[in-house]
């Protein structure tokens, strides 16, 4: 089992950064694939982004492409999304997901999400 914390989120003008980590639990962080999910207000949650275990594959959301980047550093347990040109549509609570298999679904372990708001 695993246990995610998120950090990170807040307050940006549209055109900022932000830069979210997400800190996991437990000695076998390098045994998961990590995705990065948000929801929008009366909106489904969403794909961001995706990593494989060993940073091999990575998948981004059409609407974050060239925009958004994740990545993980294995040591630390810690996975990442650096978020450029911001949009206010970004705005959305986000989360951090663990899972062993590498994909856009289906993700076993989640963060409580942190709070991400872009004003326009």
């Known amino acids: 089992q695993v246990q995610l914390v998120e950090s990170g989120g807040g307050l940006v003008q549209a055109g900022g950064s932000l830069r979210l980590s997400c800190a996991a639990s437990?000695?076998?962080?390098?045994?998961?694939?990590m995705g990065w999910f948000r929801q929008a207000p009366g909106k489904e949650r969403e794909f961001v982004a995706a990593i494989s275990r060993r940073g091999a594959s990575i998948a981004y959301a059409d609407s974050v492409k060239g925009r958004f980047t994740i990545s993980r550093d294995n040591a630390k347990n810690t996975v990442y999304l650096q978020m450029n040109s911001l949009k206010p549509e970004d705005t959305a609570v986000y989360y951090c997901a663990a899972d062993k298999t590498f994909g856009l679904y289906d993700y076993d372990y989640w963060g409580q999400g942190t709070q991400v708001t872009v004003s326009s």
């Open positions: 437990g000695r076998t962080f390098s045994s998961y694939a």
